[in-house]
């Protein structure tokens, strides 16, 4: 189903004639068959319009259902925007400078869809029961939800090929994710902050192998690695919570780990200009992680990039050791409730994650040594940008307390997490965001 089409179907109840004051819209222009995402806000007086896009004024009319406006850049520049209204829908077309060219024109097709108003009240708790799940991480494909900040979702994974609780393929393999989850505030320059209040496991089973990956396998190991990868079945005993490999014999006869459930992927849809990307990949907008803190009780903190965010999560683990080395960890499904928040108007280049004693920034790259760079240049922002340090007093915190931990070296790129106890630094200035503005709190 299309995107516009889907999104209709999450606003349904809320068919109006026309605008109202005080609304929001998702918008999406075909930019030579490339989708770009903008924020569309609209205040109406009698047949008159004002507000904003992303950052751009907004000046227009409404004459029954067809509408007429102006996005008035800062430089001077003017995209206009018609439109027919249809309920929760809104089609048309913009002229708009060229983008390479300020004195020529071009013309684009565009779409949008109503934000629902927020329900009056204390933030919700929703369950979600995914039908339909992504091998990418996609800004084009429509939400599952609108959530609030402050909202609470109970919701489902497959485990890493596509199989669910009961043990039934309900998607591809490669790490199906569910969502997106549309969350309503959200912008480019954003970051979203991810509660993981409970990970569960939901059956009796994971999947692995006994294989290592050849990052971490020496080379002369590598002739008898060749009978290595095979399927090792692994019984989950979720009374006891402990995983143990089936049908072991030998010196693994009575093996048995205490397992920790985590979420292998975790992301937001990445920014314009970047095409769909598959869940065995990661960026700074997060992706397949593996990194084995993404667990119960602990904090993900993601760069926003589309309007909204658009958060998936998946990959679910029982267990895995730092890295992956068995290329596939403990894979099964797992029920998931998070929450989510909002910190406006700050931007973080890489994932983080918190826990109750911790703070791990998340460095991703090709190469060890550059997901290394990218670990410590994330921790350095986070001591300054939240903890008030100059460059000086943060390579003083890194030089002597600073921990490493290899996250992922089983995909295309790796994962360093530079760790850091919480009880070693000042009291954080983070200000987090539970309304589309701000609210100056504590942070949670």
Known sequence: MKFQAMAIALCASLVAPSLQAGETWILRTDLWGNPAFSTLTIERDGARIGGDLDGDRVEGTLAGQRIAFGAIERNGGVSRYTADIEGERMQGEVDAPDTNDRQARARHRFSAWRLPERAAGAPRTLDFQPTDYSNTWNADRAPVLVLWPGDTVRTKTLDSGGVDEHGVTRALFGNPQTGPFFVAGAAPGDTLVVHLRRLRLNRDYADSLDTVVGRALPSSLAAQAGE?????????????????????????????????????????????????????????????????????????????????????????????????????????????????????????????????????????????????????????????????????????????????????????????????????????????????GRDDRPAL
């Open 228 to 436: 290595l990868g095979k399927s090792v079945r692994w019984t989950l005993d979720r009374m006891r919570g402990t995983a143990r490999p089936e049908h072991a014999d030998g010196a693994l006869a009575g093996y048995q780990v205490p397992v920790k459930p985590m979420l292998g992927g975790l992301a937001v849809a990445p920014g314009f200009g970047m095409p769909p990307v598959s869940t065995g990949d990661t960026g700074r907008f997060g992706g397949n992680m593996d990194f084995n803190e993404v667990v119960e009780g602990n904090t993900v903190y993601l760069p926003v990039q589309q309007p909204g965010a658009l958060l998936y999560l998946g990959d679910a683990h029982a267990l895995q050791g730092d890295g992956e080395t068995s290329q596939y960890a403990l894979e099964t499904s797992m029920d998931v409730t998070f929450s989510v928040e909002l910190i406006k108007g700050k931007a973080i280049a890489m994932p983080r994650v918190e826990s109750a004693t911790q703070v791990m920034a998340l460095g991703q790259a090709g190469s060890l040594d550059e997901a290394l760079k990218a670990a410590s240049g994330g921790m350095i922002a986070w001591l300054q940008q939240d903890y008030g340090m100059t460059l000086s007093q943060a390579a003083q915190v890194l030089g002597s307390a600073a921990r490493y931990s290899v996250a992922n070296l089983a995909g295309r790129s790796v994962g360093v997490a530079a760790k850091i106890d919480k009880a070693l630094l000042p009291a954080s200035r983070r200000v987090v965001s539970v309304e589309a």
